[in-house]
């Protein structure tokens, strides 16, 4: 057998990263068999038996949990299907009362099947002198599957002519040469015959030559031959900096084989595109973005003894303005608040539910219905709450409902007269509130995907968005208002999925769907969530980690990501876009205020997009002085956001300096 390629997965239970208590001294569990061996393709039954200190086996139920996805399933009662080589973490859990609790963490190995053969794709009808190429070689085991990052040699036998450096072919000179490849004894050959390069001059199209950091531009360069007609001969692009400082500053830019440049740091930028001994510049002066703005801070709604969830802001049928926000880990409490003036942040109701979180809330288009999520009842029935919040002084319940929801509501949004509630991390219900005294579930959408599971869902123009943690984000078409982007002929009662995309963290926790105001690009910003440390306590406020990804989507069929978020040491949660700004709560870095106008590529935090950034503390929070940024809601020229340790804020940009941002 080959060797096991080392994918250990984070294990997060019920859609958070909770820590559970490991083995305790008097009682363990034991996994049989040990170790955990499965072919791909096969099936075996693991055993899990809790003994106690003297080794004897005690009568009780353990669970298995995963999150390995499609690679390999995982049922709770211990049923394991490898579908894909690699060696796995899972966990075994005994569960009850928390300080009765006792897991195991173990690791399944799925042996990589033998080598059946090696082949080179893709290749290039032409290959020129003087031109680098990529070499693409697919290297395939005996149940068909394509291995990735094998050790695999490719190799030249007339390096005159040719050479391979790291899965690239530099071809050097006019001539014949054969390429091998090979591994675990595996081989493939392939012939080249490399031709004279007939590039004799390159035009660069761009006009862009003063430019500020962050912005994108494409350099168009065409190869010509003697005649001056166009080749096939591949450009190879690159630039040098001539930075404005030279302080030790990191990467000044960015540029794609696509011949799109972007540029960090202010200064002077020579593009080159080159062909063969051909080679062309371009001169691009680049300055500052100069963005940035100062923050008002305007209000504070304390919440300094429990912790804060989501929130929700809207115009009240009286014509005043409200919010409301709900608590984590607590007593069922969903507070609302008079937010009129923002300087005033003015409790005015608590409804209380038999929950300890109520993690989201939201409020219906015309300010008179609202949902609130359950998680943690006391008897189990979880689901959610729906509220007449007519007058927000004295909120009434007017339905629980947990038909088929019992297993916790996390997340919610309303559309429609429409509640589409994610269900027990599973998939999200579709539930009819015309008659709110009266809910009725008349659709719902899961993935079939193994292992699949849904944290959040946002919706609009008829699109629903939810974001699945490895299975990414996921488009479904509920009765599009936008014809450009779907006709799927969707509708609460037949949700129709429309399109997806996944990355390799698998930590998918939220998405939002923009259409740039300024390219009329349409991205799909997906947000992570994960806690490499465990959740912050009193004592301990740990970092988050995790970023933005801007997926751009051209048609559903063809997604890319182009761009990123990223702030060192920090993790997202929740955002929004208005325009081309991003309001995005960065846990424990706080709100973050980005610029995403124009075409986007690379990371924005490097390019000076940030346009401000707040930090909300308080000595009295729950855990004092230190952010843990929830999400945030621009309303009303007022930014309002949610922090977990010390409840809700408001705040404003300061109007923009004489110096605007050109």
């Known amino acids: 057998m080959g060797k096991a390629l080392k994918l250990l997965v984070t294990v997060l239970l019920l859609g958070t990263t909770h820590t559970f208590a490991q083995e305790t001294n008097s009682l363990k569990i034991v996994i049989e068999p040990d170790p955990v061996v499965v072919e791909v393709g096969s099936e075996l039954h693991i055993q899990a038996t809790l003994v106690n200190e003297n080794g004897e086996a005690l009568p009780d139920t353990i669970l298995f949990y995963s999150r390995n996805g499609r690679d390999l399933e995982v049922s709770r009662d211990g049923y394991v299907k490898a579908n894909k080589p690699g060696t796995y973490s899972a966990l075994a859990l005994r569960s009850g009362p928390r300080d009765q609790r006792v897991t195991k963490s173990f690791e399944i190995e799925v042996p990589y099947p033998p080598i059946a053969k090696v082949e080179f794709i893709d290749v290039p009808k032409n290959i020129y002198s003087r031109t680098t190429i990529d070499l693409r070689v697919n290297v395939i085991d005996e149940m068909g599957l394509v291995r990735e990052n094998p050790d695999l040699t490719i190799t030249s036998n007339n390096k005159s002519v040719a050479v391979v450096q790291h899965g690239k072919l530099m071809a050097l000179k006019m001539g014949k040469v054969q390429l091998i490849a090979e591994s ?85 930028f020579t593009l080159s595109a080159r062909s063969g001994d051909v080679v062309t510049d371009q001169i691009i002066r680049v300055r500052d973005r100069n963005v ?28 005043r303005d409200y919010a409301i926000t709900g608590t984590w880990g607590a007593n069922g409490d969903a507070y609302f608040w008079d937010v009129t003036d923002p300087s005033n942040i003015t409790p005015i109701d608590t409804v209380r539910v038999d929950a300890r979180t109520v993690n989201d809330v939201k409020i219906s288009e015309d300010g008179t219905i609202g949902v609130i999520t359950r998680e943690g009842a006391s008897d189990r029935k979880n689901g959610m709450v729906v509220l007449d919040v007519t007058n927000p002084r004295d909120v009434k319940i007017l339905a629980e409902y947990n038909e088929g929801l019992t297993g916790g509501v996390h997340n919610a949004f309303i559309y429609e007269d429409h509640v589409y509630a994610v269900n027990n991390g599973r998939r999200y ?61 969707g509708s609460p009662e037949n949700p129709v999925q429309l399109g997806s995309y996944s990355y ?48 751009k989507f051209d048609g559903w069929e063809k997604p890319k990501e182009v761009a990123r978020y990223q702030v060192p040491e920090a993790g997202t949660h929740n955002f929004w876009v208005v325009d081309d700004l991003l309001f995005v ?74 110096q605007g941002t050109n």
Request: net charge negative.
């Open 184 to 268: 675990e004894g595996k081989k493939a050959t392939l012939v080249v015959n490399v031709k004279n390069n007939p590039t004799a001059s390159i035009e660069i199209e761009n006009e862009e030559t003063s430019i500020r950091t962050g912005d994108v531009i494409t350099l168009n360069a065409v190869a010509k031959a003697s005649n001056g007609k166009t080749t096939d001969a591949p450009i190879t692009y690159s630039f040098v900096a001539q930075p404005d400082d030279n302080l030790g500053q990191g990467a000044e830019g960015q540029i794609s084989q696509e011949g799109k440049f972007v540029a960090n740091k202010p200064g002077i």
């Open 504 to 551: 390799p963290s698998g930590w998918n926790h939220a998405a939002f769907p923009f259409k740039s105001k300024s390219t009329g690009d349409f991205y799909v910003i997906a947000g992570d969530e994960a806690f490499p440390e465990g959740l912050p306590s009193r004592n301990n406020p740990v970092a988050a980690a995790g970023w933005i990804h801007f997926v």
């Open 292 to 319: 940035a703005r100062d923050i008002e801070l305007v209000g504070h709604g304390e919440v300094l003894d429990v912790h804060t969830s989501d929130l929700w802001i809207w115009e009240g049928v009286d014509g």
């Open 429 to 489: 219900d579709i539930i009819n509130i015309e008659d709110p005294t009266n809910p009725v579930t008349v659709g719902r959408f899961e993935l079939d995907t193994p292992g699949h599971s849904i944290h959040d869902v946002w919706i609009e123009d008829g699109i629903a968005y939810s974001s699945n943690w490895r299975d990414g984000v996921v488009a479904v078409d509920i009765g599009s208002r936008d014809s450009e982007l779907a006709d799927a002929g």
């Open 585 to 658: 709560a960065y846990y424990n870095a706080g709100l973050r205020i980005v610029d995403i106008s124009g075409e986007l590529m690379g990371n924005l935090y490097d390019q000076g997009r940030e346009i401000a950034k707040f930090e909300p503390t308080h000595p009295d929070a729950l855990v004092p002085n230190a952010p843990f940024t929830w999400g945030p809601q621009p309303y009303k020229g007022h930014i309002f956001i949610s922090d977990w340790n010390s409840g809700l804020w408001a705040i404003k940009l300061v109007e923009e300096s004489s």
